[in-house]
């Protein structure tokens, strides 16, 4: 079946950097564009960053544009999500996301704070 397993959250210190990865089985991946979504404790989920399914164009929320950087690896099955500058702001549950099936990874945490 379709899987998106998100990892590489955690704790940060305001202006550090961290790297979310998405591994995708059950679909074909190459074929699929994918996001990356955030949600923070009583806000509504909030699309962060979209990527094309090679790779050649991405689009990201203005709060994030400049910080944040979507790629994937195709061969790999792994979308990422390079995160830098971190500000407690950003502070959330990041899940990518297959929007052609609407299907949704578990989450991971990302806190920042000193």
């Known amino acids: 079946q379709v899987q998106l397993v998100e990892s590489g959250g955690g704790l940060v210190q305001p202006g550090g950097s961290l790297r979310l990865s998405c591994a995708a089985s059950?679909?074909?991946?190459?074929?699929?564009?994918m996001s990356w979504y955030r949600q923070a404790p009583r806000k509504e989920r909030e699309l962060v960053a979209f990527?094309?399914?090679?790779?050649?164009?991405?689009t990201y929320a203005d709060s994030v544009k400049g910080r944040f950087t979507t790629s994937r690896d195709n061969a790999k099955n792994t979308l990422y999500l390079q995160m830098n500058s971190l500000k407690p702001e950003d502070t959330a549950v990041y899940y990518c996301?297959?929007?052609?099936?609407?299907?949704w990874g578990q989450g991971t945490q990302v806190t920042v704070s000193s």
């Open positions: 996301k297959v929007p052609r099936l609407g299907v």
């Open positions: 059950g679909f074909t991946f190459s074929n699929s564009a």
């Open positions: 990527i094309t399914s090679a790779g050649t164009g991405t």
